[in-house]
T-cell receptor, first 110, second 116 residues
Framework: GQNIDQPTEMTATEGAIVQINCTYQ??????LFWYQQHAGEAPTFLSY????GLEEKGRFSSFLSRSKGYSYLLLKELQMKDSASYLC???????????FGTGTQLKVEL | GAVVSQHPSRVICKSGTSVKIECRSL??????MFWYRQFPKQSLMLMAT?????????EQGVEKDKFLINHASLTLSTLTVTSAHPEDSSFYIC????????????FGPGTRLLVL
């Protein structure tokens, strides 16, 4: 089976940096995604990693280590609007199906 | 990114009735669409993979006779919740994969279903 773990909640201060970790144990691996989801809305795509290393996209960066089954999403210069749930999802097991973690609810405070 | 729409955005129905939810890819063709369900404060759970021109593939534990999926064209997939019950109340979200070899999935805005 597939198992994806993320912290349930995190709190950070506006302007700061926060790192959200994700560990996974899956049968097969074809890439890892990070999505942002605001309450009551659908997830929006943030990043995709399939090779080891860091992918940077503006204030957001995502890192992957396939040998460790580990990824993190790094958010810089936090803004209040970044308060949301961040979902780690792995494409594994064929068919391009995504298995989602339970999500990390990030709260950005003043 | 690619645009996926869903209709309706919200629906309230009586127990025992059927509800149809549409998922459309607006600016691309999607040979594969996915249907997810999300209960409050939980993550997305894949229900089924919808393939254009063929039968959907359901995940373990999802009743195919209760959740009817039809992928009629390269831009439209529908999910029908038959004989809905209060426990079917949830947030239903579709996604579409861009292109045959595309890895990224783009999500529709979701449909909130409330069964009374």
């Amino acid at each position: 089976g597939q198992n994806i773990d993320q912290p349930t909640e995190m709190t950070a201060t506006e302007g700061a940096i926060v790192q959200i970790n994700c560990t996974y144990q899956t049968s097969g691996f074809n890439g890892l995604f990070w999505y942002q989801q605001h309450a009551g809305e659908a997830p929006t795509f943030l990043s995709y990693n399939v090779l080891d290393g860091l992918e940077e996209k503006g204030r957001f960066s995502s890192f992957l280590s396939r040998s460790k089954g580990y990824s993190y999403l790094l958010l810089k210069e936090l803004q209040m609007k970044d308060s949301a749930s961040y979902l780690c999802a792995v494409n594994a097991g064929g068919g391009n199906k995504l298995t989602f973690g339970t999500g990390t609810q990030l709260k950005v405070e003043l | 990114g690619a645009v996926v729409s869903q209709h309706p955005s919200r629906v309230i129905c009586k127990s025992g009735t059927s509800v149809k939810i549409e998922c459309r890819s607006l600016d691309f063709q999607a040979t594969t669409m996915f249907w997810y369900r999300q209960f409050p404060k939980q993550s997305l759970m894949l229900m089924a993979t919808s393939n254009e021109g063929s039968k959907a593939t359901y995940e373990q534990g999802v009743e195919k006779d209760k959740f009817l999926i039809n992928h009629a064209s390269l831009t439209l997939s529908t999910l029908t919740v038959t004989s809905a019950h209060p426990e079917d109340s949830s947030f239903y979200i579709c996604s579409a994969r861009v292109g045959q070899g595309g890895e990224t999935q783009y999500f529709g805005p979701g449909t909130r279903l409330l069964v009374l």
